[in-house]
C-alpha cells in the first residue's frame, strides 16, 4: 500500500485482505537474477543495523490496518520460520502520519511485556476480519485488555518513554530505508525492495533471498 492509497474505501480492504499469496522458496530465488534498479534499490548511504556480526537484518516495514499487510502476514510468518539461522529478520512499524503513532506504540507495547507472539497476528485479525479500527487510544487499551493481557501495565509501557522512542527510531529507519508503501522489506541495511519493484511481495521474498545470498557472498 503506498502513501497515496490509505483513503481505500472498505470493500478494497476487503478484497484486498483475502488475496492469498504464494510462498516463496530460496531455491527459485537462487536460479532467478534480480537487477539493481528494477526489482530493488541499493540505499545511497548505507544504514546501521541491529544484527551482530556474521548475522544479516532483515526488516519488514508493515502498518496494520494495510490490507496488504494482513495479506502477507501469513506469508512472511512461514519464511521467518523457514529462514536460515543468520538471518536476524525483525518487524518495524511505519508511520507515514501522525494518525499511524498508535499502532506503532501498540506493536512496541506488545513486544516489551513479552506478548508480541501472541497477539501480533490477532491485531491484523481484530482489524481486518472483526473490523476494528483500533486507531485511538483508548480502543486500543480495550482491545487489549480483552486479549488477557494486563491492561493497566500495558497503558503504562504503550505511554513510556522507551516506546515513544522506539517510535521515533522506527520512523528515522523508514525515512532512512526512503519507504513509499508497505509492506516492503530491508536488507542489510543496504538494499530496498516492495511489491511494486518485484511486481508481487511472492517475488520480494525472492529478492530478499538473492540479496541476502550477495551479502553473505560479500
Same mark, same amino acid.
Given at each position: ?14 478484497? +484486498?485482505? +483475502? ?15 534480480? /537487477? ?5 534499490? /541499493? ?6 543495523? %541491529? ?8 526488516? %519488514? ?68 476480519? %472483526? ?24 497503558? %503504562? ?6 516506546? +515513544? ?9 523508514? +525515512? ?43
Amino acid at each position: 500500500m503506498k502513501r497515496r492509497e490509505f483513503s481505500l474505501s472498505a470493500a478494497t480492504a476487503v478484497a +484486498a485482505s +483475502a488475496v492469498t499469496l504464494p510462498m516463496a522458496t530460496p531455491a527459485v530465488a537462487q536460479v532467478r537474477q534480480f /537487477k539493481e534498479g528494477k526489482d530493488f534499490q /541499493k540505499l545511497s548511504k548505507p544504514v546501521a543495523t %541491529e544484527a551482530a556480526v556474521g548475522k544479516i537484518e532483515v526488516i %519488514e516495514f508493515f502498518w496494520y490496518s494495510c490490507p496488504h499487510c494482513n495479506a502477507f502476514e501469513p506469508v512472511l510468518d512461514a519464511w521467518i520460520k523457514a529462514a536460515s539461522k543468520d538471518l536476524v529478520i525483525r518487524r518495524v512499524p511505519v508511520a507515514f502520519n501522525a494518525s499511524f503513532l498508535s499502532q506503532q506504540k501498540l506493536y512496541y507495547a506488545l513486544e516489551g511485556m513479552g506478548k508480541l507472539d501472541a497477539v501480533h497476528a490477532k491485531v491484523f485479525r481484530a482489524i481486518h476480519v %472483526e473490523k476494528l479500527k483500533l486507531t485511538k487510544d483508548e480502543d486500543i487499551f480495550a482491545w487489549v485488555g480483552n486479549q488477557g493481557v494486563d491492561a493497566a501495565k500495558f497503558k %503504562e509501557i504503550y505511554n513510556s518513554f522507551n516506546v +515513544a522512542n522506539q517510535a521515533r527510531r522506527a520512523a528515522q529507519l523508514q +525515512a532512512d530505508y526512503g519507504v513509499e508503501g508497505v509492506p516492503s522489506m530491508g536488507v542489510a541495511g543496504r538494499y530496498y525492495t516492495d511489491g511494486t519493484m518485484a511486481g508481487s511481495m511472492q517475488t520480494v521474498l525472492q529478492v530478499v533471498d538473492y540479496l541476502v545470498s550477495s551479502v553473505r557472498k560479500g
